[in-house]
């Protein structure tokens, strides 16, 4: 073996929320960490709306200055400016997303057992059998590094789950920060069939600042000018800008023999949000635990590793993804007179009320069941199919 070869228990390849927290749950297992980040600072590129279940202080101590605005209410727009307002228990949090995917970092960088390599690009990796024990040769652009365990943080392009033959589908988005005069207290959302796969958002970060941007799989920047005229905002007011990628799906196959791949990498993302802390976060536990385990019992086989990490994950977060995309799914065969539709059948049933009283922006199962009480929700659905009898095919698909 290369005396040049560094040797750890666990690499990590991305520094991103779900790749810190991960170190950070792993800290007190007395296992020698390295986490391989390409960027040079932590949390930069800023590529997140930042806006977040309030369920986030119930996963993880949250500080304070972190959370930098609280929305009571949410309003949601047809294309033809139809609209329906939203309020409940929900309020989720506006953050300071550069801030969170830090936090983590300075918690466990003083660790001496882990050990951070910023400026370094994953290229790949090899299986090696030592004594009949399978390891990971991992190779940056500067070094060398040997390990029991490799966990693929690295974002929706990850290169750890493309060598795994893993590959996600892509939504692209852009945002500005700006400074402007909607509601403080409001998040919107535009939807409309051309860009059917996510929607257009406003977001009020705190004094007077918003940020506005869109998601969507083709013609993102032509969409963004249509979405902004709409809004009779100035593009060229803005504070900054921002981009960013989004798997769209949900949860891909996320163990292997030594290998996990959590968070954006695993496609552990709602399809109708395009948001995933609350669920990585969740995921980050089943990994650490999986982790821990693995090396309690040396054993680091794909099957373990599935036993303990995917299937909790596929019985929890993964069944309410599959519900996600099952609603996205559902939106995508819309024309502009179905969202209109849809908005008043909403106003004049108080359906507002059922998806204010049990709507959940990451766990949306019990709404959805209680909205397939209503004669009208379901004949509209039933209008949808009629129209477009394939997308029943696709829903089953879905859950078979």
Known sequence: MDQNIEKFDVVIIGASLSGNYLAFLLSNFNLKI?????????????????IISKK??????????????????????????????????EQPYVIDRVALDKLFYQRVKSNNKIQYYLEEKFISFKYITEKHKKSVLIETNKRKLKSKMLVGCDG????????????????????IRIKANFDQNEAVMWFDPKWKELFGWIVPEGNKIYRIGLGSSKNVAKNFQIFLKKLDVVFDDKLDQQGGIIPYGYMNKSAFDNILLLGDAAGQVKATTGGGVVMLLTAAKYAAFCIKNCFKNNRFSKRYIEKLYEEPCKATIGKQLKVHFLIRTFFETFTDADYDMLFQIVKANKIEEIVSLYGDMDFPREMVIKLLKNSMFIKFIIRIWRKNPLILIKILKIFI
């Open 34 to 50: 390295a986490v391989i980040e390409e960027h040079q600072e932590i949390g930069l590129p800023f590529q997140c709306a930042g």
């Open 56 to 89: 986030l202080t119930q996963l993880i101590d949250l500080p304070k200055d972190i959370i930098l605005n609280q929305v009571k209410k949410a309003k949601i727009f047809s294309p033809s400016g139809i609209y329906i307002r939203l309020s409940g228990e």
């Open 156 to 175: 929706p392009l990850s290169s750890v789950s493309k060598l795994m033959g893993i590959k996600n589908k892509l939504i692209y988005a852009t945002q």
